[in-house]
């Protein structure tokens, strides 16, 4: 889950790969590392933390000019996150080889045997560095640097992706991807690498994906695309569709306050053209792969996603079932693939990401297609693993998400879960034409239901700044007020390091409410009182039962909602909306509080401890 940067051209390498870094930092933040060929010789700068720290090296110790290298930022596998094990590494007697490595190389301990007999001596613990050794090894017997790096990823187990420059060679830079993400960046006179499109969507927006088991040599005036056996591989040409600036805090304090306050553009962008102004759906990546036949004859979809994502799985969950009447059960992926589920050809998956890239969520995707389902990816992510190895895709658009949190992604991916379901409901039936407009035409209000719950957020971060001292806080709701609860503990735990956990409300009394002693702050999801299967009421025993023991109540109520003011210390109120699109509303005064409480403690909000964002280890 490290991030990896390549440039070659005409720019200020360094740069280049600052910037790339500083837009990958997110996928991990352990250590950073840059190397650069200038004037023939290899320089190499590296640092243990944050990207800052390698900024003030830099500074202290000055790079050359250059117009090639490569930089990494490291979440830590193997070795602790120290200097030594900073990556790049470099490789043979010389060093004039400087190697960076994303995932992880499973047969490391007998392929460094192999390097130690052959005079080599290691700087670090990392898995790593054994790549570095063994391709100078092999480029001193041959003298061929292409022909070295590829007779040595071939002998790679795991996961990587692995770029190279050496100082002999100063004007390629070698790639090789295997399970883990390489996006080509291709410019004028310049090309780049990156472990996705943010490492250099300011310079260009023209990209490729790389495939599995493929090589890049990346030159000023080309990029060459091999399979690992040396025959040339084409991809298409994409052009990336978000906005580098985008991918910048903008003014505020943080990207989580940022991507938060995004979200209204999120939902809307998710359901611009897909949705038309009579509220029925046009959702053409889907219907070219599956035709409306082949959505009939599913009889059971199975969402895999993991964390965030996974809420969103729950949430399009109820929507389906409700709205297109086909069983559905959501598994988190790394469960999924490691039992013996039952999948048939009539088995829909769709695999939920935002990184398009979570290595849990392609090992599910990659074995539900061998048991010969299908796969639909719902990923926010262009270029990435998920889209390339599914059948289709709903992008979401929200746009690169930064933060650590995820916030702005999974409101776009439950707004796709939603347009899902509505596709699906028309399409076999199970809504009327008059129903399916009905919902989306509600739909088409959420963007600007969002923006009205942003307008009220205040009321959201005072919560949270005053609760700053809280030990525990539990969360409570049912229907899609479940998964959103789970999600809103999630958040706490994520950036505020605070027990915290999200209960099925009607769960509680089978265990949960135990926990409940003299102020203990519950953060309690209540559905409007006016549908007509309204839960409302059993969710207003609930918190009848947990205040008879003490707890502090915080509801998110529908406005209009008149009774519960009575059961709760405080009531934050999101606007009336459909039951199961009320999930949009509600988890975002949970997203403000945690960040507000978390930002009271003096928490990096944006790269909480432990923690990267793309998890691209299984
Ligand atoms: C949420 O805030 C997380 N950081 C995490 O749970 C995340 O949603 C999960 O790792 C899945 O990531 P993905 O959407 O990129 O697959």
Redesign the pocket.
């Known amino acids: 889950m490290c991030g990896i940067v390549g440039y070659v051209g005409p720019k200020s390498t360094v740069d280049v790969l600052i910037g790339g870094l500083r837009r990958l930092e997110y996928r991990g933040y352990d250590s950073a590392g840059v190397s650069v060929v200038a004037n023939g010789h290899l320089e190499t700068r590296k640092k243990a933390g944050k990207l800052g720290n390698l900024e003030s090296e830099i500074t202290n110790h000055p790079l050359p000019i250059a117009h090639i290298g490569i930089g990494h930022t490291r979440w830590a596998t193997h070795g602790a996150p120290t200097d030594q094990n900073a990556h790049p590494h470099l490789g043979g007697p010389t060093s004039k080889l400087s190697l960076i490595h994303n995932g992880i190389i499973e047969n490391f301990a007998e392929l460094k045997a192999e390097a130690i007999a052959h005079g080599a001596k290691f700087a670090s613990e990392t898995d790593s560095e054994v790549a570095a050794h063994l391709i100078a090894i092999e480029y001193e017997r041959n003298g061929d640097l292409i022909e070295s790096f590829s007779t040595v990823v071939n002998r790679l187990h795991g996961a990587f992706t692995i770029l190279v420059v050496h100082e002999d060679q100063p004007d390629v830079v070698l790639a090789a991807r295997r399970n883990a993400p390489l996006v080509v960046g291709l410019g004028d006179g310049e090309n780049f690498l990156g472990s996705d499109v943010a490492a250099f969507v300011e310079h260009t927006k023209r990209a490729i994906s790389v495939g599995q088991d493929e090589i890049v040599i990346l030159r000023t005036d080309g990029v060459e695309l091999r399979h690992f056996d040396g025959t040339p591989a084409t991809h298409e040409e994409f052009t990336v569709d978000w906005d580098a600036s985008a991918a910048s805090k903008g003014g505020w304090s943080s990207f989580m306050a940022k991507e938060i306050a995004d979200q209204p553009q999120a939902v809307a962008d998710t359901l611009m053209g897909r949705l038309d102004s009579d509220g029925l759906i046009t959702l053409p990546e889907l219907f070219e792969d599956f035709p409306v036949a082949d959505m009939k004859s599913i009889d059971r979809i199975i969402i895999v996603?993991?964390?965030?994502?996974s809420y969103a799985g729950d949430v399009t969950k109820y929507a389906i079932e409700k709205w297109a009447r086909v069983p559905v059960q959501v598994e988190l992926s790394h469960e999924f693939r490691y039992r013996s589920p039952i999948v048939t050809p009539n088995t829909l998956v769709v695999a939920?990401?935002?990184?398009?890239?979570?290595m849990d969520?392609l090992m599910a995707i990659r074995y539900a297609r061998e048991l010969g389902a299908k796969v639909l990816a719902i990923c926010n992510t262009q270029g990435a693993t998920l889209a390339r190895e599914s059948n289709a895709t709903i992008y979401t658009h929200a746009g690169p998400e930064v933060a650590?949190?995820?916030t702005k992604?999974l409101t776009a991916q439950i707004t796709a879960g939603y347009l899902l379901a509505l596709t699906l409901g028309s399409a076999r039936g199970a809504l009327t034409t008059a129903e399916a407009a009905r919902l989306g035409k509600e739909l088409l209000k959420l963007p600007a239901k969002v923006q009205d719950v942003l307008a009220t957020a205040k009321q959201a971060e005072e919560l949270g700044t005053k609760m700053a001292g809280a030990k525990s806080v539990l969360f409570l709701g049912r229907n899609v007020g479940y998964p959103i609860a789970m999600e809103g503990a999630?958040?706490l735990k994520?950036i505020a390091y605070i027990h915290a956990e999200g209960f099925a409300a009607g769960e509680l009394k089978h265990g949960p409410i135990a926990l409940i002693e003299e102020g203990q702050p519950v953060i309690v999801i209540v559905p409007s009182p006016d549908d007509e299967d309204s839960l409302h009421p059993k969710v207003i025993s609930n918190i009848q039962e947990i205040r008879a023991r003490g707890a502090k109540v915080i509801a998110i109520a529908q406005e209009g909602d008149k009774t519960v003011a009575d059961y709760a210390e405080h009531v934050l109120y999101v606007p009336q909306s459909d039951p199961i699109m009320a999930a949009v509303l509600d988890v975002i005064p949970l997203q403000g509080f945690a960040l507000a409480l978390a930002t009271a403690l003096g928490l990096d909000v944006d790269q909480p401890r432990n923690?990267a964002?793309?998890?691209t280890v299984e």
Do not use: M, N, R
């Open positions: 996603a993991c964390g965030t994502a939920i990401s935002q990184s398009g890239e979570t969520t650590v949190a995820s992604a999630l958040k994520e923690l964002k793309s998890v």
